[in-house]
């Protein structure tokens, strides 16, 4: 369950990017290569749709910054790190347990039933259900990871940052991992909570994380500098591991919308203007490169 639900947070997915579209089955196929055909189509589109998302996610985590007060903790709140325990050697930490061990064995299947229900609709993006099923799990079983990882993910999606972050650092606490770091500093920065962005970025950086994760954290430690301010800082962060690849990755061209944004902030105008430029050869449609090119001219 665990690795749905990790796949599921976007900021930490690998997509294509879109195809071709295939030529539309004709009166000449047999049936077997029209149902081929018809399958291809219907994963084409669900592909599309993801990216879609995909960009829109990017531009969404560019701007994280620009929150109303609303939305995020009070001053006295905001230059305070939590009191965080290392990250506990060997993985999983000795209070971590299976769902059985947690609530029982005998009302081990209803529990498991929400939770596949839970996992099914945040598949579906329906993170409204997805919460509604899980409602009260971390609760009753706090120290079961697949239950706060999924419930951080999920709160995450609905923009509830307090409650998302208590459920991710409680992941962090009962795993050892990190593959979720980008997702709970992301929280963290949303609640101007900068200390412990700086925090989970310099935990992050010294794991053996993948290099998409690593993107991701840099990403979202960069735009946290950016929203303090501080530029320069945050354009040498996250220029620091970029390389335009032969063949761009999802990663890499988040990495690069985020750090062409950072660029223009700073007044590194025609480095913007090549990076947005490179961008649009990758793919013309993603997020609004077309129009901040444009702009640059």
């Not at 899980?134 to 990882?149: C, H, Q, S, T």
């Not at 995450?156 to 992941?171: C, M, Q, S």
Request: glycine share 6%; hydrophobic share 35%.
């Amino acid at each position: 369950m665990g690795s749905v639900a990790r796949k599921g947070a976007a900021k930490l997915h690998e997509e294509p990017l879109p195809e071709p579209k295939s030529p539309e089955p004709s009166e000449e196929l047999t049936p077997e290569e029209a149902e081929e055909a018809r399958l291809r189509a219907e994963r084409r589109e669900a592909r599309q749709a993801r990216t879609q998302q995909l960009r829109a996610e990017a531009k969404e985590a560019v701007q994280r910054g620009g929150l109303s007060d609303a939305q995020i903790s009070s001053p006295g709140k905001r230059q305070r790190g939590r009191r965080r325990a290392p990250l506990p050697e060997g993985g999983l930490s000795p209070e971590a347990q299976h769902l059985e061990e947690a609530v029982g064995r005998r009302d081990a299947p209803r529990y498991r039933q929400r939770l596949e229900r839970a996992e099914a609709a945040y598949e579906q993006d329906d993170y409204h259900e997805a919460w509604r099923a899980l409602d009260g799990l971390a609760k009753d079983a706090p120290n079961v990871p697949e239950v706060r990882e999924l419930a951080g993910l999920t709160l995450y999606r609905l923009g509830r940052w307090e409650l998302a972050t208590r459920e991710l650092e409680a992941f962090r606490k009962l795993t050892g991992r990190t593959e979720l770091h980008p997702v709970l500093a992301d929280c963290h920065r949303a609640q101007q909570r900068w200390v412990d962005v700086d925090e989970l970025w310099a935990e992050l950086r010294d794991s053996e994380a993948s290099t998409a994760v690593l993107a991701e954290g840099r990403i979202v430690a960069a735009g946290a500098l950016g929203d303090r301010g501080e530029l320069t800082e945050a354009v040498r962060l996250l220029s620091a591991d970029f390389q335009r690849p032969r063949r761009a990755k999802e990663h890499h061209l988040r990495q690069a919308y985020a750090l062409a944004d950072l660029c223009e902030q700073a007044g590194e105008i025609p480095r913007a203007r090549e990076l947005f430029g490179w961008l649009k050869e990758q793919d013309e449609l993603y997020v609004d490169v077309a129009e901040r090119l444009a702009s640059l001219r």
